[in-house]
C-alpha cells in the first residue's frame, strides 16, 4: 500500500473517533435526561480503557522500540503531560462564549444552571462554555472554539496517529486491504469510547438551551473535528523519524493518563456525588469493566 493511502486510512480511523462522539447525545433521543449512576459508570468505562490502553499498549510498545534506558519514552510522556497543562491553562483562559469573564464563584454557580436537576454540574467546564455559542451558531464563535477544541483533543488524536507506526508490518489485522497493528485497533476503539461521555457532557447543557437532537449530534462531533487531523499529524510524524518512535509513544500515554487522572475521575466523581458513597462503586465497575475489555493487549 502507498504511503497515501495509509494516510487516508489513518485519517478515517480519526474521523471514526470524532464520529463517536456524536453518540453521547443519542440519549436524549429515547429519554430526556440520563441518570447519574450510568454517567459515572460511562466515566469509569472509558478510563479504564483509556489506563489499559495507556500502560499495556502504548507504553508497552514505547518499551519495546526503546535501546537501552528507555529515556526517548521518558521525556515522551513528560511531554505529553505538558502539553494536557497547557492546553487546560489555555482553555481556562479563552472566552469562546464573548462574556467577560467572570470570578471562579459565578462561573461556578452559572455552571450549575446547566443541569437536569439544578443541583450539580455535567460535563468539563470548559465544554459548558461554547454551549451558548455553539447553538448560537455564530460563525466567528464557532471557529473559536474550533481553535480551542484542537487543543484540548489534539492528544487523543495523536494517540490514534502513533499507534497505527507499525501499520504494514507482519503481525497486524487486515483491515479492508490494509494490515493494521492490533495497538491501533485498540486504540481507535478506546479513543472512540472515551468519546461517547464527552459527546454527553456537551450534550446536555446544549438541550438545557433547547437544542433539537439532531444538532446536539451535530454539535458533540464538531466538538472532536481535530481529532483526525492530530492522528494524521502524528503517523506522518513517526513514519518519517522512526527514531523518535519511543517518544511519539511515550507522548500519547502521558496524555492519555494524566487525562485520565486529572479530568476523567473527578468528573465522575463530580458526578456521582450525590450517589450512595459518592459514586466510587459505579466508577470503580466502570474502571475494572474498561481494563476487562482492553485485556486482549496483554496477549498482543
Not at 507482519?170 to 485497533?185: Q, R, S
Not at 527514531?243 to 463530580?270: N, S
Request: glycine fraction near 12%.
Amino acid at each position: 500500500m502507498s504511503f497515501l493511502a495509509e494516510l487516508g486510512f489513518v485519517f478515517v480511523a480519526g474521523l471514526l473517533t470524532c464520529l463517536a462522539t456524536g453518540l453521547g447525545a443519542i440519549p436524549f433521543f429515547v429519554v430526556d435526561d440520563v441518570s447519574e449512576r450510568w454517567t459515572v459508570a460511562l466515566w469509569g468505562l472509558a478510563s479504564g480503557i483509556m489506563l489499559a490502553a495507556s500502560f499495556f499498549g502504548l507504553l508497552n510498545e514505547g518499551l519495546a522500540e526503546s535501546t537501552g534506558l528507555p529515556i526517548l519514552l521518558g521525556v515522551g510522556v513528560v511531554v505529553g503531560v505538558v502539553l494536557v497543562v497547557v492546553s487546560d491553562r489555555v482553555l481556562d483562559r479563552v472566552d469562546v462564549g464573548g462574556h467577560d469573564h467572570v470570578p471562579d464563584e459565578q462561573s461556578h454557580d452559572h455552571a450549575e444552571t446547566h443541569t437536569d436537576g439544578g443541583d450539580h454540574k455535567h460535563g468539563h467546564e470548559h465544554e459548558h462554555v461554547p454551549a451558548e455559542a455553539i447553538a448560537e451558531g455564530d460563525l466567528k464563535k464557532l471557529v473559536l472554539i474550533l481553535g480551542v477544541l484542537t487543543v484540548h483533543s489534539f492528544p487523543e488524536g495523536v494517540a490514534v496517529g502513533v499507534s497505527f507506526a507499525e501499520m504494514g508490518l507482519e503481525g497486524g489485522v487486515a483491515v479492508l486491504g490494509f494490515v493494521v497493528p492490533v495497538l491501533a485497533v485498540m486504540m481507535t476503539v478506546s479513543i472512540s469510547v472515551h468519546n461517547i461521555p464527552e459527546g454527553l457532557a456537551i450534550s446536555i447543557p446544549l438541550k438545557n438551551l433547547g437544542m433539537s437532537k439532531w444538532r446536539m449530534v451535530g454539535a458533540a462531533i464538531f466538538s472532536s473535528l481535530p481529532q483526525p487531523i492530530g492522528a494524521v499529524i502524528a503517523f506522518v510524524f513517526v513514519r518519517w523519524a522512526q527514531q523518535f518512535l519511543p517518544f511519539g509513544f511515550g507522548f500519547a500515554a502521558g496524555a492519555m493518563i494524566y487525562l485520565v487522572l486529572t479530568e476523567f475521575v473527578p468528573e465522575a466523581l463530580e458526578e456521582g456525588k450525590h450517589l450512595p458513597n459518592g459514586g466510587k462503586f459505579e466508577l470503580l465497575a466502570g474502571v475494572l469493566a474498561g481494563v476487562a475489555v482492553m485485556a486482549p493487549l496483554l496477549f498482543v
